[in-house]
Structure formats: C-alpha cells, structure tokens
C-alpha cells in the first residue's frame, strides 16, 4: 500500500482492494473484541458480533451497546468505552454549570482513527458506500470523557473547550464531517444553574447558544444510565471496603438518590423521568468547603480534604463520653464514643482559639456534614419505604472517611436495613443527563445484560484507606439501640 497515503487520486483497482482490505479489517477487530471477552470469562455477557441496540431514522446517534468503564477499578472519573459506536454524532460535549464545579461530559472518536481511516472513508465515498449523513461502515468506537472545572474559573473551561474545539464537534470534525452544516453544533446541551448565569458570557466567547435543561431531570436521567449501562458503577464502602454491586434492572426502582453537590437534593426517583424531589438541605459540601475555609485557611478543597486525614475531632467534639464521665449512655444505645456534639468542645476555657489544629477541625466538620446529610436521607428513605440510596455529587470526592461516615449513618440509624450506595461517576450525573438528553439514546432498547466490563474481573476491590479515629463499632452500637 505504499504511496497511498502521499497519493489521494486512486485508480479503481486500489479502491475495490482498499474495500476488501477494510472489511477483513473490520471483521478482524469484531473477532478480537471478543476473543478479548472470553480472557475475561463474561463470553456469556457479549452480545453476537455486530449486534447492536435498534436504531431509528437516519439521524447519527449514540450507541450504548457493550458500553464499560475503561480503567482499573480504583480509577476516578473513569472514562466509558463505547466499542459498538459507529455513527460520528456531532452532539459531542455537554455541560453541567453548578454552584462550585462545572462538569463536561464530552465524546470523541476511537484514538486510534487515524490518517489510514480517513483514506478508507475517501474510498468508501468513492464507492459511493456512504449513505448520507450516516457511514454504512463502523468509525470502530468512541469514548465519553468526564472532565470538571473550578465554576469560579469558567474562562479556564472555555479555554478548554476552545482549544479542542468541543462546541463545534471537535478538533477534526471539519475533516470528518464534511457535509455537516456549518451551524450544526451552535447549540449545547447544559444543565445547572450557570446554564442561565453564564448565557451571555458562553455566547460571546464561544459563539454557542445553550439549550437548557432542568438539573433534576439531568440528575435522575444520569444516574438511571449509569445504574442501568454500566457494570461495576456502583458500590458500598463500610469500614474502608468497598465492594460492587450488581443491580438488577428490573428491582432497580423505586430508590432515593442524594446529591450532594454545593447543597444537598434528595430525590425519589420511580423510573426513567419519573421522580419527586422530596427533601434538599443547604448544609452540603458548599458548606464544608466554605465553613472549612473561613477555618482552617486552606487554599483548596482538596488541601481541606487532605488536613481531616491527619485529624483528630475528639479534640473538638463532644463525645458521650465527655458528658458522661467516660462512660456509655446503653439506655438510649450510645457508646462513650459517639459524638454527642459536633464541635461542642471547642468552648474550653483552658484552650485559645490558635490551639485547635487545623487538621482536628476539618475532620469534625466533615464527620458532622457527612453524618448528617446520611441520617436526612435515611430518614427520607425512611419516609418512603426505600431501601436503597445512591449517593452522587462532588462533595463525596471518592474519600473514603467520607463515604463510610454516610454509610454508618444510613446503616445505624436503619439498624441495617437501607443500604449506602456510591457511584463511580459521582459528579457527573447531571452532565450525563444533559448530554443523553440530544436524543433518546433508547436506554429501554438496551440489553444491559449484554453490557460488559472492560478492567478484569479479577481486580481487587481493595477499597480507600481509611486516616482517621475510627466510626464506631456499629454492631455494638445497633444492637444497643435495638435493645431499647
Ligand atoms: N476542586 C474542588 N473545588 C471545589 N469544590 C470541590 C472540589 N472538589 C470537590 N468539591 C466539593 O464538591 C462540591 C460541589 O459538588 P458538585 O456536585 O460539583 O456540585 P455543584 O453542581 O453545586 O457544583 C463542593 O461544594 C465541594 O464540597
Ligand atoms: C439549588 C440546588 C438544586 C443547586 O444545585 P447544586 O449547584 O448545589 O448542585 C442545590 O443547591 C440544593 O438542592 N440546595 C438545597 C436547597 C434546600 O432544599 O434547602
């Protein structure tokens, strides 16, 4: 095939060799994908070669079919491979503009497109093989990507967003696309409230109009596609182990999901876009964040996050056992060691205000919001009869203290009946929701007992390590409260 690169002008023999090498090709990596499958013994869980979620009309969409988390299992944020996705589509970013973080959900074409599948796509056309706007042969793959921002640093965003040409399609689109309008890609999908705050200054410097969508409806739609599409999503975490679960798509609902972004919403969700907003409380990781700024001076949330590991809280809160002389109060089932009052030592007459530590502060605070939000949210479980609870939002930051402080709150308070539940894509939800909302993606065609997992099986699910005093022995403590 020398030459062929250096010479676009072909003869008819080099274009019918050229189709026949495509198609080997083609055929070539079908098998492969799946020889790489059954390595990980889920044979069982892939669908026929070729088979694909049905698809109606000519419009490029996306395709879910064999979509996995790329990655080991520890990998935050990880990026989704869709390995079936054969039409370009040109809704490729959309945006989720909340009170501290802005979340993009972006897509792009298999890395390894290369010049090689720009000159099978320029036979293909000469064949006269392209059918319109849609390809009749597979781009092999696409990826969604997962990428946030400071909101307060929105310019860097838009940099971002410039720099790869996102909000036209991407860097290469023009290439790829020759027949796409030139004004295909002026509107973007975005949710949150930036959405409406940052109009104007999107417009002006990227020249897009946003096309709004309700945060809720974007919460509930991206966490329904992850809980439904992807394989080792969610996952428990108590006492520093985390473990996967596997979730049932047809006992998925009802269920309660808790955002925990700037502030908290905690929603009942019923099914796809059916759901009910029921609770919401303004102490929420705006409010660790910013409380723990004006405390402890740390110049970012990661630095805050960072210091409660090297923390100690019973310098500042108030255990049971400070009030009761170092001993249990087991009428009413609480241990010396529980928290009777979150920062309630922090009065002592013998300390000045320099002496508490930094460090000691940012864990109580993070104990008491994480506690807290946990015990509103069993109790909203509690309302409803559910027994299920994901937590999303970037408060959770995958920090273990975090997640476990929310778990042994849900599991003391419900004496182990509901369940805590993290999500691997925690922030992304709402930015998920956007970007499914370009079109019906057809999740109810998904056969998600077909979807399979890309990082192998046989990862250990080791969990985060735990910094810290320790929760509590909450078998100790349930059983004590069950008593009364
Ligand atoms: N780099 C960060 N900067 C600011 N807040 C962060 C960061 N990482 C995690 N957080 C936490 O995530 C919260 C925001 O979560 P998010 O789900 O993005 O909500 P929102 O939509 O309100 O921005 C913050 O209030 C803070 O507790
Ligand atoms: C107003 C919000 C939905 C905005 O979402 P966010 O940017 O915090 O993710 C959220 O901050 C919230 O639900 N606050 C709690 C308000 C309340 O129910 O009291």
Redesign the pocket.
């Known amino acids: 095939m020398a030459g062929l690169r250096d010479d676009p002008v072909l003869g008819i023999n080099d274009i019918k060799r050229e189709e026949k090498e495509l198609d080997t090709e083609t055929e070539a990596n079908t098998k492969a994908e799946d020889k790489a499958h059954q390595g990980q013994g889920e044979r069982d869980m892939a669908p026929p070669a070729g088979s694909s979620i049905h698809r109606s009309g000519s419009r490029p969409q996306l395709d879910l079919s064999k979509a996995a988390i790329q990655g080991n299992s520890e990998d935050r944020d990880p990026t989704i491979l869709l390995p079936n996705q054969s039409d370009d589509i040109s809704s490729h970013l959309a945006l ?1 503009i ?4 802005i ?1 993009l959900v972006y897509f792009s074409r298999h890395e390894n497109y290369s010049i090689d599948d720009e000159r099978k796509k320029n036979v293909k056309e000469r064949l006269g093989i392209s059918n319109g706007n849609r390809r009749s042969y597979p781009i092999l793959g696409g990826r969604l990507h997962f990428v946030k921002f ?2 307060h640093k929105i310019n860097e965003c838009l940099d971002f967003i410039y720099s790869k040409q996102l909000h036209r399609g991407g860097i290469d689109s023009h290439s790829w696309l020759p027949y796409a309008p030139a004004n295909e890609t002026s509107v973007i999908k975005a949710t ?1 409230g930036g959405a409406y705050k940052y109009a104007d200054l999107i417009k002006q410097r990227l020249g897009v109009t946003l096309d709004k969508e309700d945060e809720m409806d974007c919460l509930v739609a991206g966490a329904n596609f992850l809980l439904k599409a992807i394989r080792h999503e969610a996952f428990t975490h108590m006492e520093g182990q985390k473990k996967f679960v596997q979730i049932d798509q047809n006992e998925l609902f009802p269920y309660l999901l808790v955002n925990i ?2 502030g908290v919403s905690v929603i009942k969700v019923d099914g796809d876009g059916k759901f009910q907003r029921v609770s919401g409380t303004n102490v929420g ?2 409010t ?2 910013g409380l723990g700024r004006l405390l402890t001076k740390c110049k ?3 630095e805050l996050l960072e210091l409660s590991q090297r923390g100690d809280n019973r310098t500042i809160d108030m255990l049971v056992g400070d009030i009761y002389g170092g001993m249990d109060y087991s009428k009413i089932g609480l241990s010396a060691s529980t928290i009777a009052s979150s920062f309630g030592k922090a009065i002592s007459e013998n300390k000045e205000l320099e002496d508490y530590r930094p460090e000691d502060i940012s864990l109580s605070l993070l104990r008491m919001i994480s506690y807290n939000i946990g015990q509103i949210s069993y109790l909203n479980a509690l309302r409803f009869g559910l027994k299920r609870i994901f937590f999303g ?3 959770i ?1 995958g920090h273990a203290y975090t997640m476990d402080t929310i778990s042994f709150a849900v599991q003391f308070w419900s004496q182990g009946q509901a369940q805590a539940m993290f999500l691997r894509h925690e ?1 992304f939800l709402g930015s998920l929701g956007a970007f499914m909302s370009y079109e019906k993606h057809g999740l109810d065609d998904l056969m998600v007992h077909q979807l399979v997992e890309r990082f192998p099986m046989g990862a250990p699910y080791t969990g985060g390590k735990i910094h810290g005093p320790p929760l509590g022995d909450l078998n100790e403590k349930a059983s004590k409260v069950r008593k009364i």
């Not at 909340?98 to 973080?101: A, E």
């Open positions: 989720d909340g009170g501290s973080l979340k400071e909101t949150g972004g700037s990781g705006g660790y964040w970012s949330f990661d939002g970037f408060f930051r922030g």
